[in-house]
T-cell receptor, first 113, second 109 residues
Framework: DSGVTQTPKHLITATGQRVTLRCSPR?????VYWYQQSLDQGLQFLIQ???????AKGNILERFSAQQFPDLHSELNLSSLELGDSALYFC????????????FGQGTRLTVV | GNSVTQMEGPVTLSEEAFLTINCTYT??????LFWYVQYPGEGLQLLLK?????DKGSNKGFEATYRKETTSFHLEKGSVQVSDSAVYFC????????FGAGTTVTVRA
């Protein structure tokens, strides 16, 4: 158990809908990262937050947004969903922004039908 | 920018065979290097790490040495087991955490 909790574990929704994925980082970790893993594109970095502030942005679509709340949990919002958004979405956390390792949650498997 | 390149798979081995997965990186400054493992249906788990040149990370019989002169961090295991079947990711952290494409390893009994 990494200490990073993601909910829900599975999500099935229709095209055009909006969903929210939730992540609770390890106790004491200030940084949260979101990654998308699809079969043909490997692990894609989406966005990073540190103590409530956006720190780095990767290949995140405009239809996607995220935030980190004062209690340090984070949410990833995906809207106007398309079939191609079906993937595993991982959250990871680390103590700060230094060169330490990150710990991953079990992921949320999103299926868009 | 910083990036990681690892050997493409899939790799199929027999039990007790020697495993090597090559990983090279491009980075400014002095990044930390990691190997993560993803077992079927699970999230990524940290397998081992090295934070400076010539450091050797090791765990569960796996080893990797941080080679700054060749910008490499190759993963090795001397005798693999069926339970080592997984996807292995090389990663680099220089503020941002960057991953390689992953190498799928299948070990046959």
């Amino acid at each position: 158990d990494s200490g990073v909790t993601q909910t829900p574990k599975h999500l099935i929704t229709a095209t055009g809908q909006r969903v929210t994925l939730r992540c609770s980082p390890r106790s004491g970790d200030l940084s949260v990262y979101w990654y998308q893993q699809s079969l043909d594109q490997g692990l894609q970095f989406l966005i990073q937050y540190y103590n409530g502030e956006e720190r780095a942005k990767g290949n995140i679509l405009e239809r996607f947004s995220a935030q980190q709340f004062p209690d340090l949990h984070s949410e990833l919002n995906l809207s106007s969903l398309e079939l191609g958004d079906s993937a595993l979405y991982f959250c990871a956390s680390s103590p700060g922004t230094a060169n330490t390792e990150a710990f991953f949650g079990q992921g949320t498997r999103l299926t868009v039908v | 920018g910083n990036s990681v390149t690892q050997m493409e798979g899939p790799v199929t081995l027999s039990e007790e065979a020697f495993l090597t997965i090559n990983c090279t990186y491009t980075a400014t400054g002095y990044p930390s290097l990691f190997w993560y493992v993803q077992y079927p249906g699970e999230g990524l788990q940290l397998l081992l790490k090295a934070t400076k040149a010539d450091d050797k990370g090791s765990n569960k019989g796996f080893e990797a040495t941080y080679r700054k002169e060749t910008t490499s961090f190759h993963l090795e295991k001397g005798s693999v087991q069926v339970s080592d079947s997984a996807v292995y990711f090389c990663a680099l952290r220089r503020y941002k955490l960057s991953f390689g494409a992953g190498t799928t390893v299948t070990v046959r009994a």
